[in-house]
């Protein structure tokens, strides 16, 4: 039997008609067309399938998308705005910070998520941050260094934002 | 010789934007209108005879459009390898007998998931239980169960051989007699997954006129369709393989996999394309993985330290079915024999059926488990001469311009240079045999620093053996590649933009990609055996020479000017020594159109490893050439043992490569850090723990592969053998698995001189240290 519910996604509404046991992750994949979620183990191991809830990165492979409707969901296509990248984007294919790309949304949000409740982290801050996302081309070295590269920009640019 | 524009740089990685918006499409992202859901029905048994399959309840089943069975297949067998000696010995679905848990039985296709799940359920399948074995040894006695009664093997006096390989070179008896010292040791390695993030995937859609569509998450196309081709009956002109993305792969996804036949044959039954993506635990429990080795050198040195006669004796569990597990126990001899010059060698190599799923490539494939033998044993074999690891190496190692055993050349080799490097990089000497010299009671931390060598080739001879590529002008004066490449992640689009853009002097960002379309795209070898920067790479070069020749030959045409005086820089064509008079590259394809008979200037490139050679060496001899890449590398990994717990940790990696020339070292430096974290998760962390043939750990909250708290510290030193010249042949060498060997045996060592334990079995895990410290028994 399908429910009806409505769901708030990168600031548009949907909504759908799904059954209950439907997670978040198959909603956004499937009925919606937003395949930048990745998911890569379905059981909540990888963190391919991270977005943000609130601002807050969830695993949308153990949420069931009836349970999301009075949240603000940001999926990896809510990021760029106008095709420009963000600086989290940019300095991850900078610092040469992705391979063949598949944990990379995950790891883009979980990033911006970080950085937005620390602008300027230490290596066990990005550890702790980072540490439910799996990446195995990368040895994660030039990702670290990447996450750091962009609190610095980010950093600066509030910086001069607050000097205007 | 002109300035290098384009390669030897770190250009950013062209699908770059595409991957960090989540814009790539990956197979497991396509969906066809109509698509239905394809699952497999799989064995539950390690081996047993199928007497009777009835899927009539299954077809009965609301929303199911197709069931197929062995009786549904033309009957054609595949294999990894296929060669007279080895003839394919896989059905695509299971006729008579199962021979590992995981074996596909059948596969339904219904329009969703829950009717196909129920579909699968309905199923009946009578199975009869045969013994199993498990353990290659066992399965060698004449009173094992024999796994392919009537299928070929090779003729041994051991049961259940799917392959052996033989070398010799020099004369091994004299060698050891010739010997101050010799020794014998075995060691064992373990079995551990590839662990590509994106599972394996297939959409498949077949056209009633005859022509099947496919996206396949795979490491190269043409492969693939030569395998669906013969598997269904085909023309290989009516498989069509289309590109996606591909999330990984790592050796895990080059041959055909059960679920691309089924796809295609479901959408073959049913009229409708049909989607099948393997679960995790079906990944973990079901499909190939890596293969252990059981390695058994002996070798013999002078008292110098000098290499004389080295016998290896290798057995691998290779699973069910071949696989490629004959051509691992083949490779091997090359990782044995490389990286030193020994004169008196003798090797044999056997593949043993079992009843454990079949294996695959993983990255190295061989390397790691032969160099953490060979260079485990060495350090021993030093210290009991009273050498230091690295004069027993510097000793030993292949200098530029030898001849290896199978005829081959290593070329420039900077191997001795690799290995002075990196120990004075890592102030190897003063800091080695530290922890165990020092007097007075024993620390419980204890720090030690390990090297070992190892050497990789790329580009050999294997089906589709070479590579094509198309350069084509635009009116715009932008350039177009079309390439059968796969870019897994390695780069492979990128890095052929930039030769491209190096031969015709064009930015990269003025080059597009299309790739990986059996149809409209040229062969090309595939993304394994190491073969793209190389094979590809100089295809692309030579695409690109002609495009280069013909914008020229124009630019002399229009500009009355000899093509000798010409200078092509940033799209534009001029006379030496006058650059503010130029003609744009639009101009010169337009010119071309006008004046030669409508050519809008296209190029094409060819490249294949041993030109000359007309077959692939031989897989039970090792004879004939292999590769005129041989990369080399040392590697030394500085650990800390704590001594009460058994736990290691990796406190610093560091390689010294010659790699060739690196078309693009920001892609180089991922290639180094990948596989060292690789090595990182094989020598401490990764296990598929298997028990009667199905897996314990399927899963990777249980089998743990490194996070970004196991990040190793990983530090290179380039040394470059080669250049790079506009309208010359190059060598890449190889960099994209060569690197997960030596770092493998450099932990080993290095625990060994922290805590005066040799391991000699993988992985290092702190049950082992403390029972070899004597803490538990």
Known sequence: MKILIELSINGDSYELAIEPQVSLAECLRDHLGLTGTKEACGTGECGSCTVLADGKPILSCLTLAADCQDMEITTIEGLASQNVLNPIQEEFLAHGAVQCGFCTPGMVLSTSALLEETSNPTDDQITKALEGNLCRCTGYNKIVAAVHAAADRMSRGSVEDSDK | MSELDYVGKSVLRKDGPDKVTGRALYTVDLHLPGTL??????????HARILNIDTSLAKRVNGVKAVITYQDTLGVKHGFVETPRYPADQDCLASD??????????????????????????IRVDYEPLPAVFDPLEAMH?????????????????RNIAGKTESEWGDIASGFSQSDYVVENRYESHLRTHGYLEPQATVASFEPEGKLNVWTSSQGPFLKRAKLAKTLGLPQSAVRIQKAYVGGAF?????????????????????????????????????????????????????????????????????????????VIFLSWGFAMLPYRIPNLRYDGYAVYTNNPIRAPQRGHGAPQIRFAVESQLDAIAEEMGIDPIEIRLRNARQSGEELPNGDNVHNCGLSDSIR?????????????????????????????????????????????????????????????????????????????????????????EIQVIAADTETTPVDIGSWISGNAYVSGNAAREAGAAVRRKLLAIASEVMEANIDDLVLEDKTAYVIGSPDVRMSYAELVAASIRTHRGDP???????????????????????????????????????????????????????????????????????????????????????????????????????????????????????????????????????????????????????????????????????????????IT
């Open chain 2, 251 to 327: 050796g895990g996804k080059i041959d055909l996999f059960a679920h691309e036949y089924c796809a295609a044959l479901l959408s073959m039954k049913s009229g409708r394309p049909v989607k099948i993506i393997a679960s995790r635990p079906e990944i973990f429990a079901s499909y190939r993985h890596g293969q252990p080795l059981l390695v058994e050198v002996k070798t013999g040195v002078k008292k110098d330290g000098t290499l004389v006669a080295q016998q290896y004796r290798i057995i691998n569990n290779c699973g069910a079915y071949r696989g490629s597990g004959v051509v």
């Open chain 2, 97 to 122: 007998r199962v021979r590992f848990v995981g074996e596909e039985v059948a596969a339904v296709a219904a329009v969703d998931e829950y009717s196909a799940e129920e579909a699968l359920n309905l």
């Open chain 2, 37 to 46: 859901v394809g699952r497999i029905l799989r064995s539950p048994h390690p």
């Open chain 2, 601 to 775: 200037i296209i190029g094409d490139g060819h490249w294949r490893t041993m030109r000359d050679t007309p077959t692939h060496p031989s897989l039970a001899t090792t004879k004939g050439r292999w590769s005129e890449n041989y990369a080399f590398d040392a590697q030394v990994a500085e650990v800390e043992v704590d001594t009460e717990t058994g736990v290691v940790r990796l406190i610093r990696a560091v390689t010294a490569h010659d790699c060739g020339f690196p078309i693009n070292p920001l892609l180089v430096e991922g290639q180094i850090d990948g596989q060292v974290s690789m090595a990182l998760g094989h020598a401490f962390m990764e296990e598929v723990l298997m028990k009667e043939g199905r897996t314990l750990n399927p899963n990777w909250l249980e089998y743990h592969m490194p996070c970004i708290h196991n990040v190793a510290a990983s530090e290179h030193i380039d040394v470059i053998t080669e250049s790079f010249e506009i309208d010359r042949p190059y060598r890449t060498k190889e960099v994209g698995e060569g690197y997960v060997s030596a770092i493998l045996a450099a932990i080993a060592n290095a625990i060994y001189d922290a805590a005066g334990v040799r391991l000699d079995s993988t992985p290092f895990t702190p049950e082992k240290i403390l029972r070899a410290l004597g803490k």
């Open chain 2, 142 to 158: 004449m009173d094992a169960p024999e796994i392919h009664p009537t299928h070929p093997k090779v003729p041994e006096h051991y």
């Open chain 2, 421 to 509: 490097e990196a120990a004075k990089h890592t102030d190897f000497i003063r800091k080695y045999g530290k922890a165990r010299k020092k007097a007075g009671p024993a620390e419980r931390y204890r720090k030690g620093i390990g090297i070992g060598v190892s050497s990789y080739f790329g580009g050999s001879l294997i089906y589709p053996n070479s590579s094509s590529v198309v350069v084509k002008m635009n009116d715009d004066g932008t350039a177009t590649i079309l390439t059968g490449a796969m870019d897994i992640g390695q780069g492979a689009e990128t890095i052929l933009c930039q030769i491209v853009a190096e031969e015709i002097k064009m930015p990269v960002e």
